[in-house]
């Protein structure tokens, strides 16, 4: 893992704009990713396929699987659905040209937008200066190329919010408060930094915190960041930091003494099966019920009945737990005015028994967030594929010949698509007869993640021909690359007409900062 500035090779860019192999994720190596499977087992990332049917009109990135995972995106989605608010935002480090991998992210930060989110994009450049070392110069330069190219596809900077990480005051605030819940030896953990890293490096990390909690600002709500597999470790982070800011904690209980998960659910089968018959259930005799029960294969079981007989003749009785984790003293008076019906409090915790779990969070946010207090919800995430390089391995913004930059000349598009390398067979017999192999072409890419568009029919078209050896990789490359040229001609007369747009957004184009 790579985290000293002058070691990084200049090879990764973007919220995932790269491509394949090394099952770490480092967001500032040039680690790629091969193994999308690994990362469900390892990391704990979702598997967004389970998520599709509830997405109303899912964009075509997730109906081809190309957004392959997620973090909680279900919140997002619930959001979405009962119209409630709800964010997206993601980030670009201004290292290069914007590509067509960053492109689909700026979809994504789009297709949100449309469905009613509050939409965020911002220029990371604190964090390219830091982390890649780029002049304020070379900075301004590519920020104004991203921007140009977000606006171009269609993001409204009248609805939706677009800064520069240098230029927000109110983020870098929220990264010095976030700082405070994270210390160096989590980020060594994470990121791999050590005695040689930069101070700004580190700075750079908790502004990217700061950044993702930003949409919640306001008001905490749901929040997607759509990035590439390796911007997890940040996603992770993000998530506990936010965690660690909350005045309340939100648990289930049986009794006054606390629980672990796996214990809670032995009790409250106890709980079940004993509350059927008598109203008056007691811990000893869930206690021996457990101890009756088939034993369990770990301590759980000794543990749970451990502590029901400790707490003997007390009643049994399902109930929500606030914990005081970070409430001053005002909160925590209010929080226990504020639950209605049957409660008992204690020096630490409050115990509700006519609230549900949900409820419960609901009031304990709104408790926090009264009293001064973020009331984060842990953001969510989404995960797209990244694209294969047109000449095999990974595609990389270093490497002009592997990428289309979204600003390359139309013609040089055309040439690069019909350069580049395809899962086709040794000669045209052999692909008549075995077909060619799509599933390894970074030209069937193309049509997947750009150029077919929202046309299912037509990438299926594509593909079937393709293994069926139906369709040769020279007619197929040149289908392909006019498509490019026909893209990237329109692209950059959108672009230029975002010139006037972006104008008026007033968004900071020249950093004053010159170094
Ligand atoms: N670290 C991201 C990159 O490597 C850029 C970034 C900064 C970002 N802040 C963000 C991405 C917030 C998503 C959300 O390009
Ligand atoms: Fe790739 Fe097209 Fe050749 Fe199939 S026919 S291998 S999709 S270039």
Redesign the pocket.
Known sequence: MTADDSATPETE???GADGADQLALD?WGSATVSDYRKLFDEFGIGEFEGLLESVPNPHYLMRRAIIFGHRDYRRVLDAMRNDEPFAA?????PTGDPHVGHKMVFDEIIWHQKRGGDAYA?I?DL?AHAARGLSWAEIDEHARDYLLSLLALGFDPEAGTLYRQSENRDVQDLGFELGVEANFSELEAIYGFDGETDVSHMQAVVT?MA??CYPQLGEPKPTV?P?GPD?DP?VRLARDLAARTRYFGVTEAYASFELDDDERALVARAYESLSDGEDDVRCVHAAEWLADAAPGDDGTRERAIRKLRAAGKEPLRPRVRFLDRNATADAFEALIEAVEGDKRVFDEHVDAFDLDRGDAEDLAREVEVAHGGYGFVPPSSIYHRFMTGLTGGKMSSSVPASHISLLDDPGDGYDKVMAATTGGRETAEEQRELGGRADECPVYELYAYLLAADDDAFAERVYDECVNGERLCGDCKQQAAELMREFLADHQEKRAEAEALLAETGIELESPRRR
Not at 89 to 93: E, R, Y
């Open positions: 860019d973007g919220p967001p935002l993601s980030g670009f480090m911002l990371a964090e990217q950044d993702i960041i990035v911007q940040h």
